[in-house]
């Protein structure tokens, strides 16, 4: 199970920082990352990581402002001068199988229930 929080409303500029906390798992080597849904949009990965080592990936709509960073049972997502463009349903996800860093959506097979980003 994983459950988001950290989302809300911030002027352009501005800064939030989303939370992912994982439960139920077994410790090892897997796939996690965020992804966002704007209204009318397809999912966008925004940054991704594979437990196993390697590098991250992150969106280029994103590189230099957001930051993610994996703790124990916990992702974080820290963004920083945030766009009205970054506007969206921002959910964290994972698969549990995972042999190498991935960053498509339908590769992910759990995800939270999402936390509401509006940049104004």
């Known amino acids: 199970q994983l459950v988001e929080s950290g989302g809300g409303s911030v002027q352009a500029g501005g800064s939030l920082t989303l939370s992912c906390v994982a439960s139920?798992?077994?410790?090892?080597?897997?796939?996690i990352g965020w992804f966002r849904q704007a209204p009318g949009k397809e999912y966008e990965g925004v940054a991704t990581?594979?437990?196993?080592?390697?590098p991250t990936y992150y969106a280029d709509s994103v590189k230099g402002r957001f930051t993610v960073s994996s703790g124990k049972n916990t992702l974080t997502l820290q963004m920083n001068s945030l766009k009205p463009e970054d506007t969206a349903m921002y959910y964290c996800?994972?698969?549990?199988?995972?042999?190498?860093?991935?960053?498509?959506?339908?590769?992910?097979?759990?995800w939270g229930q999402g936390t509401q980003v509006t940049v104004s």
């Open positions: 996800a994972a698969r549990v199988d995972c042999l190498r860093l991935e960053v498509g959506a339908p590769v992910f097979n759990i």
């Open positions: 139920g798992y077994t410790p090892g080597r897997y796939c």
């Open positions: 990581i594979y437990t196993g080592g390697g």
